[in-house]
């Protein structure tokens, strides 16, 4: 086998060189040992070898496992392809630790050390178990523009362009587009990013961020939306459990094994519940940061780790969820893990009138959304569907302290390089 990476550590021990590899293979480093005896027409070379060098090698693990820190091998080939050109601006073995921001400036180079390389792999594994749920279950992956004309998230977080002689904006979620193709196709997906002017700077929120998001026609209620997102959300932690045990043993994560339903709580439910522990909560809004950790607790003593809240007030939510008739409530849910929201979703309106009501309503001008209210002229069957947050739920599988950890290259208020 040929294996190829980045020297991340060099060590002596007597006359032994040992060369600490990060390859792609394996979240595991690869521990080359040079003995001067046997190694001899690699022994010069190596000596000369800094951390940081990239390189290929041939060899064979060796008989007896000796390191903590990988596997190590016997080498019977080495090719060098590239020195450093200066030392490393970070120890990319693991061995000094770094401030979040210097690891936020170099997280493309980190990634040679295992924890962090462990982040990114469980990222994509995300990326494929969602695919390979909604590939056997039916749905097509579409990809719909993220220069827009009219947002579908509210105004406020709008990050403008300048699109030749119009003003145009960048896509804070695919929604009104995937719900104009429930006018063609019965369920469909796509893996996007959300941007969002989002002024504020916590630690679960970014500029620009990633979604799964779904939509299917033909629904009886908005419970079978919900079970979609359930069982996709089961399918990929078990997923992850099942295929990255060794990036998660890396990051010294319990793997987690989920099964369904998840338990739903309705919107007045989780009022009564929030203000008998004296958490201040109001009947019209969204609930904030503060009540949904609160809710977090107290759903975890029970043993709900993850848990649907369903009926949110109309007052709280964007204008395409369906109102109930009482008018006040909506089929609009959330989908909370450990205490925060990692998707949200809802049954939508497919009645033409009522959207157009819907629109006015909310203060929003029916003629700016003219090419999507076209959609619900022709046909258009009872749907629903949500967006899933990528780093978000990264973050509760791997139980990070901040979403920034969860992307390779971050854009939040101060970070627009690298
Ligand atoms: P919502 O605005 O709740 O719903 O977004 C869906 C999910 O995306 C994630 N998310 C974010 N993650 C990090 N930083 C942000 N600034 C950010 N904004 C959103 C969250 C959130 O739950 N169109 C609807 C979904 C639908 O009804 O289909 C929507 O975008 O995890």
């Not at 958490?279 to 003593?301: F, Q, T």
């Not at 909370?336 to 309106?349: C, M, P, T, V, Y």
């Not at 739920?393 to 971050?410: G, P």
């Amino acid at each position: 086998m040929r294996y190829c990476g980045w020297v991340v550590r060099k060590v002596q021990v007597g006359r032994v060189l040992i060369l600490e590899v990060s390859t792609s293979s394996s979240v595991r480093l690869s521990v080359l040992v040079f003995k001067p005896e046997r190694d001899r027409d690699f022994y010069a070379t190596v000596r000369d070898v800094d951390v940081g060098t990239a390189l290929c090698f041939e060899g064979f693990p060796a008989e007896e496992q000796k390191s903590k820190r990988g596997i190590e091998y016997v080498v019977e080939k080495l090719e060098i392809y590239a020195k450093p050109l200066e030392p490393l601006p970070v120890d990319t073995a693991g061995k000094t630790p770094v401030l979040l921001d210097t690891r936020l400036k170099y997280r493309w180079l980190l990634a040679r050390k295992p924890e962090e390389r462990a982040i990114v792999r469980i990222r994509s594994g995300i990326i494929k178990a969602a695919r390979e749920y909604f590939e056997a279950n039916g749905f097509t992956e579409i990809h719909t523009p993220k220069i827009v004309a009219a947002g579908a998230e509210g105004g406020a977080t709008l990050f403008k362009v300048q699109y030749f002689e119009n003003d145009a904006y960048l896509s804070q979620s695919p929604q009104l587009y995937k719900q104009m193709l429930i006018a063609s196709f019965e369920k469909v997906y796509e893996i996007t990013p959300y941007f969002r002017a989002e002024k504020f700077n916590t630690p679960r929120h970014l500029n620009e961020s990633w979604g799964i998001d779904a939509e299917q026609g033909f629904i009886s209620s908005v419970e079978d939306v919900m079970k979609t997102l359930e069982e996709l959300v089961a399918y990929i932690v078990n997923y992850v459990s099942k295929n990255y045990r060794e990036e998660l043993e890396e990051l010294g994560i319990q793997p987690l094994q989920l099964t369904t339903p998840f338990k739903r709580l309705k919107f007045t439910e989780v009022v009564d519940l929030l203000r008998s522990e004296g958490v201040d909560v109001r009947e019209n809004e969204d609930l904030s940061d503060y009540a949904e950790r609160k809710l977090g607790e107290i759903m975890s003593e029970k043993k709900h780790y993850l848990y649907f809240i369903v009926g949110f007030p109309w007052s709280s939510t964007a204008f395409y969820y369906m109102r109930e008739e009482d008018g006040i409530y909506t089929r609009k849910f959330d989908l909370d893990f450990k205490g925060l929201e990692i998707a949200s979703g809802g049954q939508r309106e497919h009645r033409y009138e009522k959207l157009v009501e819907a629109l006015k309503d909310k203060g929003l001008n029916p003629e700016n959304y003219s090419f999507y209210l076209e959609a619900f002229k022709y046909g258009m069957p009872p749907h629903g569907g949500f967006g899933l947050g990528i780093e978000r739920l990264l973050m509760k599988i791997l139980n990070l302290e901040n979403i920034r950890e969860a992307v390779l290259f971050v854009r939040d208020r101060t970070r627009l390089i690298p």
